[in-house]
């Protein structure tokens, strides 16, 4: 943990720093294929809609003992053969005790003799079984409704992005995320078969909250980053903003972190002890959007947005500005460090001459290079004469007193 913190001190003040927005190209590349993957299976698999959006009925056998749990899903399936034949049954356990069955619309002469046939097959009394139906009509005003309160969100974000950063740019940047976010996420429910509730849709609604607040956070950064860049004329945009992202990356991932304990815990408990349900399917929706939004926050919407101002004119000339300076202070070194060289160059020479031969050597070699102080220390700076380096001579002799 100690490492980690001292990472986030070494990113914020810049002693470390990774190229995110030059890689772009990179995270574009490595998008597409988290794209290509969620349209697989889209197309390839289709969503697995629940009872409430395809419609159906739904049977609970509560009170089923352990011994015959440990085949319920052949169990309730021949039960149900007489009723449904060649009906798409879905057959999950809840908790230690109770199976739910979702098949098809059934009449209540059915429904009755579902009910009879699954106690029998689980020898628990009649009562222990419960049926209901859903129509799929429910399951379509949900999806109007989340289909409205989508399309009102994106469009207030687009409003109060556009108002906050004074750029309609970094509302298109953080859209993109949000979609991208949104469609991996459903994409993944369908490539692994994750059944789509209610639950789900106000999971899917959710994570576009939590990714859209972290990419506020990165491009706040930014934009205090970029406006410093502005004035200071020492950085250009896209240095300026990889330098935010670099920033907000530890407080990223670690807002992303413990965000995602409780929900793991949840997810966790909801398969392996409860079973399938509300919390089970909101938890999913939450545990991949989360991650996904900050992937995107981090790696898509930043380098998106720079690539979208690049090309504006105040940047253009901005990144001009900064590169004729740094090239300019680069030439003034250059010329100091030649300027430097030939001094002691020409210091050097002016010492040898008139040296006899064997003060000369004696200079030129390595143990006579540069000055010595009375002591025979090395002195830096200028070189002295070789007859200055052997001591003191000039100095007046001291009288004995008597005694």
């Given at each position: ?57 739904e049977l609970r056998v509560s009170g089923v003992s352990s011994a015959e749990m440990e085949d319920y899903e052949q169990t309730a399936d021949e039960a149900l053969e007489a009723v449904d034949p060649g009906g798409t049954t879905t057959i999950t356990r809840i908790g230690d005790d109770t199976v739910r069955v979702q098949t098809g619309e059934l009449d209540n002469t059915e429904a009755e003799t579902a009910r009879a046939d699954l106690a029998e097959a689980f020898d628990v009394d009649t009562a222990a079984v419960t049926s209901s139906f859903v129509g799929p009509s429910w399951g379509e005003t949900v999806t109007q409704r989340a289909g409205i309160a989508l399309a009102v969100f994106l469009a207030l974000v ?246």
């Amino acid at each position: 943990m100690s490492r980690f913190s001292r990472l986030g001190n070494d990113l914020y003040s810049g002693a470390r720093s990774f190229d995110i927005v030059g890689r772009r190209r990179f995270w574009y590349a490595l998008s597409a294929v988290l794209m290509l993957v969620s349209l697989f299976g889209l197309v390839g698999r289709g969503l697995n809609f629940g009872i409430e959006f395809s419609g159906g009925s739904e049977l609970r056998v509560s009170g089923v003992s352990s011994a015959e749990m440990e085949d319920y899903e052949q169990t309730a399936d021949e039960a149900l053969e007489a009723v449904d034949p060649g009906g798409t049954t879905t057959i999950t356990r809840i908790g230690d005790d109770t199976v739910r069955v979702q098949t098809g619309e059934l009449d209540n002469t059915e429904a009755e003799t579902a009910r009879a046939d699954l106690a029998e097959a689980f020898d628990v009394d009649t009562a222990a079984v419960t049926s209901s139906f859903v129509g799929p009509s429910w399951g379509e005003t949900v999806t109007q409704r989340a289909g409205i309160a989508l399309a009102v969100f994106l469009a207030l974000v687009t409003l109060v992005l556009t108002f906050y950063f004074h750029t309609w740019k970094m509302a298109v940047a953080a859209l993109v995320a949000l979609v991208h976010d949104v469609l991996f996420t459903v994409g993944i429910y369908a490539l692994v078969g994750i059944e789509v509730s209610p639950a789900s849709v106000i999971g899917f609604l959710t994570i576009l909250g939590y990714s859209i607040y972290d990419t506020i956070v990165v491009f706040d950064k930014v934009r205090e980053n970029t406006d410093h860049a502005f004035d200071t004329k020492r950085q250009t945009y896209a240095e300026a903003a990889n330098q935010a992202v670099n920033q907000t990356l530890v407080r990223s991932i670690n807002t992303s972190v413990v965000a995602l304990l409780p929900v793991a815990v949840i997810l966790v408990v909801g398969v392996t002890l409860i079973g399938p349900g509300t919390l089970v399917d909101l938890s999913w929706a939450l545990f991949i959007g989360i991650t996904v939004g900050t992937f995107s926050s981090i790696f898509i919407a930043t380098p998106l947005l720079v690539q979208l101002r690049q090309g504006e004119l105040v940047v253009r000339r901005h990144d001009a500005q900064v590169t004729r300076r740094r090239e300019r202070r680069e030439a003034r070194s250059s010329h100091a460090d030649d300027e430097l060289l030939e001094t002691e160059d020409e210091g050097q020479e002016g010492a040898l001459v008139g040296a006899p031969a064997g003060a000369q050597d004696e200079a030129t070699s390595p143990a006579g290079t540069g000055a010595t102080s009375a002591r025979g220390e090395q002195a830096p700076g200028r070189q002295l004469h070789p007859y200055a380096q052997r001591g003191p001579r000039n100095q007046p002799k001291r009288k004995r007193r008597g005694r």
